[in-house]
């Protein structure tokens, strides 16, 4: 069988006009900074989760988690200050932080069980999604309550469905009206999420989508998935965020649905990024050689650039290998960053040397097997 694969040079005009696939926060003059890296995992997420709620109106915070967090955040260059009261004893600082300083703008708090491949976290992330409502666990609950003195709505929903079908059911009637029309999320508890939380959830919940967490190798996931990508109200460019239960095959639920799928499941600051305006780049036409009799030609070239995750983290890792610009290599870029980052291609392209190319990722703004969709 032979396979054809088509990729595009990155090279895209100033001031072009693009359909906009991404929704975009609003700027902020001055960031709030805080470092989240000494929480526990349920405390990171959840971090995540608020940082969505308060960057809804304006994108005023940046967490921070690892180097390339604290990277791309100096790149940006924003003027930037710290939390105006700052929690710097006990456990989980950053979370009780977050609390202290931004608790007014939830109305209640949503306890829930976390749970690997659960469906309960993600009723509460879509509640979140829906309402200003912090899901918190049993014990950050009481934590956070004895505290800082909540006087407001605790809702518990650990036992309040009982299987996956029965609180997808709820989520669809009850939540699906509240959310925006554009993007869904896969998003959830993978089996490793105690040691390898995942990072989009604030963007899930600053653009009020629904967010899943479903087993497309099931009959029961298939069906459910089918349900909410035909949602009435969904434009025909619409798409899936995050990263599938079983990896990219998650195309093979969403394509036939008429749904894409980019992968960006630890791809963090999403609300913040959002909000730097669109931007699109050039780059100097491509110059071929003349090819002599005799001669084997090697294209050097890497991948995976249509995943924006990889554009933030490895991406950022190889470009800045010591022998990098020393022979001619071409590397994929996710145009998607255009809308979502745009500052995170404005950096490849202004340290480029002339042996670097950048091209779009096979996928382009997202991932269609075209046999399915």
């Known amino acids: 069988m032979i396979s054809l694969l088509l990729l595009c040079v990155c090279t895209f005009t100033q001031g072009k006009e693009f359909p906009a696939f991404f929704p975009k926060m609003k ?63 006990g ?31 993600n ?20 934590t956070l309550v004895e505290e800082f003195g909540w006087d407001k709505e605790i809702v518990d929903i650990r036992n ?25 999320f896969s998003l959830g508890l993978r089996d490793d999420w105690e040691g390898f939380p995942w990072r989009l959830y604030d963007y899930a919940v600053a653009t009020r989508s629904f967010t899943f967490w479903l087993d497309n190798h099931s009959t029961e996931g298939k069906n459910i998935i089918k349900r909410i990508l035909n949602t009435e109200g969904y434009p025909k460019n619409s798409f899936v965020l995050g990263y599938g239960m079983h990896g990219d095959d ?9 749904w894409g799928f ?33 001669k084997v030609y090697v294209a050097l070239h890497w991948s995976d650039g249509d995943n924006i995750q990889f554009n933030h983290n490895a991406t950022y890792d190889i470009f800045n290998q010591k022998g ?3 022979v001619p290599v071409s590397m994929t870029l996710s145009p998607a960053l255009m809308e979502i980052a745009p500052f995170i291609l404005r950096y490849y392209y202004e ?3 002339e042996n670097d190319e950048f091209i779009g990722g096979p996928s382009g703004v997202q991932y269609i097997q075209e046999t399915l969709y």
């Open 27 to 89: 700027a902020v003059q001055e960031a709030v900074y805080l470092s989240i890296s000494t929480d526990q995992t349920e405390a990171k997420l959840i971090c995540r989760v608020f940082q969505g709620i308060i960057n809804r109106d304006s994108a005023e915070l940046f967490l921070g988690d690892d180097s390339h967090e604290i990277t791309w955040f100096k790149y940006t260059k924003k003027p930037y200050r710290r939390p105006a009261y700052n929690v710097s004893t």
């Open 91 to 121: 456990e989980n600082r950053a979370l009780r932080t977050l609390f202290r300083n931004y608790k007014d703008r939830l109305d209640k708090l949503i306890v829930c069980d976390f749970k690997v491949n659960g469906f309960n976290w």
């Open 123 to 142: 009723m509460a992330v879509m509640i979140a999604c829906a309402e200003n409502a912090l899901p918190v666990s049993e014990e950050l609950k009481n």
């Open 160 to 184: 309040r469905w009982s299987t996956l079908s029965e609180a997808y059911d709820w989520a669809l009637v009850e939540l699906m009206p509240k959310l925006n029309k554009k993007i869904t």
């Open 250 to 258: 998650l195309n093979d639920a969403i394509n036939p649905e008429g």
């Open 262 to 294: 980019l992968v960006g499941d630890i791809f963090p600051n999403a609300s913040f990024y959002s909000s730097f305006p669109t931007e699109t780049f050039k780059q100097s036409e491509p110059k071929a050689v003349t090819a002599e009799k005799g």
């Open 324 to 326: 990098r610009g020393k």
């Open 351 to 353: 340290n480029a040397t």
